[in-house]
């Protein structure tokens, strides 16, 4: 889970998974949120360095977990 209210403009941009639902867990980058939901680019036709140009998802911060600065995991292995 992450805090919303903890998020700063240094979160822009950091990997999260995504592990709600019915779905496989997926991996994604943090655009942007408000006081409910963080919006997350979880398809940006591999490229990720230009994700802030795709539309992020609201997604529950319930349902997220931060990954480290490379999109990596023990916890998960993640294909794309």
Same mark, same amino acid.
């Given at each position: 889970m992450i805090d919303v209210k903890?998020?700063?403009e240094e979160d822009v941009g950091r990997w999260v998974v995504y592990e709600g639902g019915f779905c496989l867990p997926q991996k994604g980058r943090i655009k942007s949120w408000n006081? +409910?939901?963080?919006?997350?680019? *979880?398809k940006c036709n591999g490229e990720w360095d230009r994700y802030q140009d795709y539309?992020?998802?609201a997604?529950?911060?319930k349902d997220l977990e931060f990954l480290d600065? +490379?999109?990596?995991?023990t916890l *998960?292995?993640?294909s794309w």
């Open positions: 903890s998020l700063t006081d +409910k939901y963080i919006f997350v680019v *979880y539309t992020g998802v997604t529950d911060p600065e +490379k999109g990596n995991t *998960y292995l993640l």
